[in-house]
């Protein structure tokens, strides 16, 4: 009974197998949890799946992808950029830049797409054009040049503002441009890296595409907001196709990789593994399973408290360090195979 009590927690309800139609047919049935998406052929520009295609949403941080091209257009990777003040106050996420600190253009870049880091963001967009807001108008003016001209930007960051809005069509075509550039699909496929500033500072990146945990055919950059919900703007790769994707509004971040899971699996002809981490279980008897295995393996002190906390998290990642599994702190697949042989 355990067994199967277990197998329900950790299934996934929103799984499709469907196989994208050759080049130039027409697309076959689609179904997606998000309210506005759009996958494009990366050969033919046609769109093979489309579903409020062209409402107006707010970007989040997948709008860092056309700040870090634009800031690529403007400034040498090799380029070394001194922090201005201000910075300190950016909203999280951020890396903690401080006023005077001296960062390689390539290494901001690194945290704007991997950590996210809005603060990364802000200080490419001063040291390319002297401030925000003429930089939003390279922006404005380069995601006209992709053809994404149903946007509009009023800051690098993504961040809430009255003004900024995209498309799931436009998202897909930002990150069709965003493919040409070598340095931001090299970083978009990193899980984890540390960047140093020129003062010995290091700092720490984790990748927030849990994709890239689960398969090397799905990059990108993602997006949340409470008014934008959960957005991504990917590129799925298989057998010598590219597929450009836009994903906005997604409700929960669970069904954000519902939906690239089931465009990867479409795709790619094959049914995969679905992804489940401890951020998206719906009950606390499931996390308290996860605790009582930690406990018996040694990782987890006191009573199971169901609460998925720092203190669980701390154990998950030292549980998965000793196995020799990817260090996330969240229980994936992989990890709750290596937890369920304790109970």
């Not at 027409?26 to 799946?49: F, N, R």
């Not at 040694?298 to 906390?309: D, I, L, V």
Request: charged share 20%.
């Amino acid at each position: 009974m355990k067994k199967k009590v277990l197998g329900l927690c950790f299934a996934v309800c929103f799984f499709a197998v469907t196989v994208f139609p050759p080049h130039g047919a027409e697309a076959g049935t689609l179904s997606l949890a998000a309210p506005s998406a759009v996958l494009l052929d990366g050969t033919t520009q046609q769109v093979i799946y489309a579903k409020d295609p062209d409402r107006k949403r707010a970007p989040a941080s997948t709008t860092k992808l056309l700040t870090v091209m634009v800031a690529l257009d403007h400034l040498p990777a090799n380029r070394v950029v001194q922090i201005p003040a201000g910075l300190e106050y950016v909203q999280p996420s951020k890396i903690g830049l401080h006023r005077g600190e001296r960062f390689y253009v390539r290494d901001l870049v690194k945290a704007a797409l991997i950590k996210s880091a809005n603060d990364a963001a802000e200080a490419l967009a001063i040291a390319a054009a002297g401030s925000k807001p003429a930089f939003a108008r390279l922006m404005n003016r380069k995601a006209k040049q992709i053809g994404a001209g149903s946007s509009n930007f009023v800051n690098p960051s993504g961040l809430p503002a009255a003004g900024q809005y995209s498309t799931a069509h436009d998202l897909a075509r930002i990150i069709r441009a965003a493919s040409r550039y070598p340095v931001m699909v090299r970083t978009l496929k990193t899980r984890s890296a540390a960047i140093y500033s020129l003062g010995g500072r290091k700092v720490y990146l984790m990748n927030c595409n849990k994709m890239l945990w689960r398969t090397s055919g799905v990059i990108g950059k993602t997006g949340w907001t409470r008014s934008a919900q959960h957005c991504f703007a990917g590129r799925v790769q298989s057998r010598g196709r590219e597929i450009f994707v836009g994903i906005m509004g997604s409700a929960r971040r669970a069904y954000l990789w519902s939906d690239l899971r089931t465009i990867e699996s479409s795709a790619t002809g094959r049914r995969l593994k679905p992804i489940k981490v401890a951020e998206d279980l719906p009950t606390r008897s499931q996390t308290e399973l996860i605790q009582k295995a930690l406990q018996k393996a040694g990782y987890f002190r006191g009573s199971s408290t169901g609460f998925y906390g720092k203190r669980t998290r701390r154990a998950v990642r030292n549980f998965q360090q000793a196995k020799g599994l990817p260090v996330t702190g969240d229980v994936s697949i992989e990890t709750w195979k290596k937890l369920k042989a304790y109970l």
